[in-house]
């Protein structure tokens, strides 16, 4: 139920419903695009970034938040640590416990290594558990890995990295059927065909999805078969440095224990690093749709020991975060609600835009309508715009919306709103990082050896936008590449004598550039306390 | 000016705006969370609670995230419950009632209390989809326990001592792999793929100059 203030909002939306239902939005043109990207999206803010002054990326420009956590002191120095005093011995060690890091751990398994899995929370605390909409793969007749590849190098504006696109949807089917084998339940028909749908900036119908727990089931399929195998999971423990070797390459990490703060060292053959995203950095004062740990962690250990980013600098705001009720400011509300029919719609009961743009453009468009055209709903904390959920029972037939989104239900239902029959407000929230480290073809960063990266942490995948569902794709497809990767590389590594010298080596670059800071990374976790004095 | 209320946190009283959540609450008290906490939006059942609203005899449950404070809670959080997970060989075990009987025979020692279904931070019918997993009947117990967060609140209120959380996870799984429909566009398009059907379509794709990409793209028909 909204109070008075929405009532007269809410009247023009229900009004113009029927015709709003009929109505068949014109999408944009790629110049249409441009221009309002440019204007409206956040990635475009040039005072928001900083220049990098330090590091593989120096010159490059990054958000401001970011730039500082990449410059910033490491937690510890060399001599907090005795390198020699190895706590966990292995050939793989996998940094992340989310999608990426369960895929991998499964794969070097499979392939006869010893795995480690460290994680700052707990197994499946990732932005995989929390993915609703689904998982995109050309398995349909009227679809083919070349239009999903052409689909996404478009929708993320031509800069994917060709090579590491055309892994993703080339092993989408194959992706789709392990996680189906390891008894993934997804969305079928009773023929056993896969109901799917399309997403912003799809030009087939590829979404598979499980409800919209599509990420959550993933995750929690995994988690088992990780558990089921007996694969180590040293949880509420954060990797807060690499260790190399005296050749460079990396070998370990220093972890550190979440609550005892005791350090440890893990030596391994080889490293993966899948941490994955950065919401709660929360750039630009944007809410996220991401999980606590969202720290960007992983690029900050890649680069302290001269990994090299691509596209740091561009994110993904999620053009439906939910902006009312304020509890739920910034949580996820699933594109796959504009997939089952429901219209973005403004103050005065009008669509205005195709509701299946790109994420991007969706949500610059989004921005446009509650800034210049001073189209949104006031919410009390900002602007909003209405999703118009309705739509979806009056197109797909009453229970549409319980089979199908049941989490969204459940979410609003907990505030009293029945997205059945009431819309919901929604403003974009920060859901994605588009960059990351770069990889090879094989998982391995670029320039540093035995450092391999998977997932969210990984920039080039998807060039500089991302298409829903194909982020749980790529910690699928690039998980398990990850896995099969590390694993058979650790079979010719022998291991020499373990460093923590690039941590000098940074500071002394960091002193030469002349830049002042008390800042200390990895982050791990966000603050949010609100304490008037602490000693 | 924020409308405050008394929340008791592990006992100890705290003052906080009353539209905040009990774990914003528990960090406007100045908690910093470790445990307890994980996806924040409803899915990771990391933030399992325990509450009770003084004055009340009735014990509530609900995860953290998703509830906002009421005046007079009694709050008590459960990051962990030593729920049992049972291992196996999804590759070898088969969809059978005799597999429940192996791994969770805890679950036919059920006595119908009813107090899982009445403490799911869901709102699931527990009870029902364990009453199901107790006859093999797999596809129901999968679609009556698809939205389980995996909480344990549940199973911490079992008399009998089910893990239903693992349960449910098993029956899933079994579901998923053995009963589901099997897909055969997913089989065809895995084998095209294997057997190079679409490798110059990829090659030609990737030598493109962009300029050409920009005028498929821009271009290409979008099914309906």
């Known amino acids: ?535 | 000016m924020d409308n405050m209320v008394n929340v008791y946190l592990f006992g100890k009283q705290y003052s906080v705006p009353d539209n905040l959540t009990i774990m914003r609450a528990m960090e406007y008290a100045g908690y910093q969370l470790v445990r307890g906490c994980g996806c924040r939006n409803g899915f990771c059942g990391a933030c399992a609670t325990i509450y009770r609203i003084k004055g009340d005899k009735e014990l509530k449950t609900c995860l953290a995230c998703q509830t906002k404070v009421e005046n007079n809670m009694y709050v008590a959080t459960l990051p962990f419950f030593p729920l049992v997970k049972e291992v196996y060989n999804i590759e070898e075990i088969k969809p059978t009632e005799q597999i429940m009987m192996q791994l969770y025979p805890e679950i036919y020692a059920c006595v119908g209390c009813n107090a899982c279904t009445k403490s799911c931070t869901q709102s699931l019918n527990v009870m029902q989809y364990i009453a199901y997993a107790q006859r093999g009947e797999f596809e129901k117990c999968a679609e009556e326990s698809f939205d389980c967060v995996m909480c344990g609140v549940c199973s911490s209120r079992c008399p009998a001592g089910i893990s239903h959380p693992q349960v449910a996870m098993l029956a899933r799984r079994l579901n998923g792999k053995y009963l589901a429909p099997k897909t055969k566009h997913l089989e065809n398009r895995v084998k095209e793929i294997k057997d190079g059907t679409f490798n110059d379509l990829i090659e030609a794709l990737m030598g493109k100059p962009v300029e050409e990409l920009q005028e498929l793209y821009n271009n290409r028909e979008i099914e309906k």
């Not at chain 1, 439906?320 to 973005?344: D, W």
């Open chain 1, 1 to 535: 139920m909204y109070s008075s203030e929405f009532q007269e909002s809410l009247k023009a939306v229900e009004a113009a419903r029927e015709a709003n239902i009929a109505y068949e939005p014109v999408r944009m043109t790629a110049k249409e695009k441009d221009d309002l990207l440019a204007a409206y999206h956040p990635d475009y803010k040039k005072e928001e970034f900083s220049e990098l002054k330090i590091g593989p990326n120096k010159g490059e420009f990054v958000p401001h938040e970011l730039c500082e956590l990449l410059e910033a002191h490491s937690r510890i120095s060399a001599e907090d640590v005795d390198l020699s005093d190895v706590k966990y011995d292995v050939d793989v060690l996998i940094i992340g416990g989310g999608g990426a890091g369960s895929s991998a751990a499964i794969e070097a398994d499979n392939a006869g290594a010893k795995a480690m899995i460290v994680t700052k929370l707990r197994i499946g605390d990732a932005n995989t558990m929390m993915a609703e909409g689904g998982i995109q793969a050309a398995d349909k007749e009227n679809d083919s890995p070349a239009i999903h590849f052409l689909d996404a190098f478009g929708g993320g504006h031509f800069a994917a990295k060709r090579e590491l696109l055309a892994k993703l949807v080339c092993d989408a089917p194959e992706a789709i059927q392990w996680l189906n084998n390891l008894g993934v339940e997804f969305d079928k028909a009773p023929d056993g065909t896969m109901i799917t749908t399309h997403g912003g900036g799809t030009s087939r119908k590829r979404m598979h999805a499980a409800k919209d727990y599509s990420g959550a089931e993933i995750m929690r399929t995994l988690r088992d078969e990780v558990i089921n195998r007996g694969i180590p999971i040293v949880d509420f423990t954060s990797a807060i440095e690499l260790i190399l070797d005296k050749d460079g390459k990396a070998a370990g990490a220093v972890l550190m224990n979440m609550e005892t703060k005791e350090l440890m060292v893990a030596r391994a053959k080889t490293v993966i690093i899948a941490t994955g995203g950065a919401g709660r950095m929360h750039y630009q004062g944007f809410p996220t749709s991401n999980h606590y740990g969202a720290t960007a962690d992983g690029l900050v250990l890649g680069y302290r020991v001269g990994a090299k980013l691509l596209y740091a600098d561009t994110l993904q705001y999620h053009p439906t975060g939910a902006a009312f009720p304020q509890q739920i400011f910034g949580a996820l509300v699933t594109e796959k609600v504009r997939s089952l029919g429901a219209k973005l719609i403004n103050r005065d009961g009008k669509v205005f835009m195709h509701p299946l743009e790109t994420r991007d453009v969706a949500a610059a468009s989004i921005i446009r309508e509650c800034s210049d055209r001073d189209e949104g709903v006031d919410t009390g904390s900002g602007k909003a715009v209405w999703l118009d959920t309705p739509m979806i029972e009056a197109i797909g037939g009453e229970g549409t919306i319980e089979k199908r989104i049941p989490a969204m239900m459940r979410m609003f239902m907990s505030y009293g709103i029945d997205i059945r029959k009431e819309p919901i407000l929604v403003y974009p929230t920060l859901h994605y990082q588009n960059g990351g480290l770069d990889i090879n073809v094989n998982g391995m960063t670029t320039n540093v050896e035995n450092l391999f990266v998977a997932g969210e942490a990984v920039g080039g995948i998807h060039g500089r936008n991302r298409l829903m569902g194909n982020s749980l794709l790529d910690v699928i497809v690039f998980g398990r590449n990850a896995g099969v990767h590390a694993a058979e590389t650790s079979k010719n590594v022998t291991v020499s004598e373990l460093t923590l010298d690039h941590i000098a080596k940074f500071d002394a670059e960091r002193e030469a550039a002349g830049i002042k800071t008390d800042a200390v990374s990895p982050k791990l976790l966000p603050n949010y306390t609100r304490r008037k004095s602490e000693i």
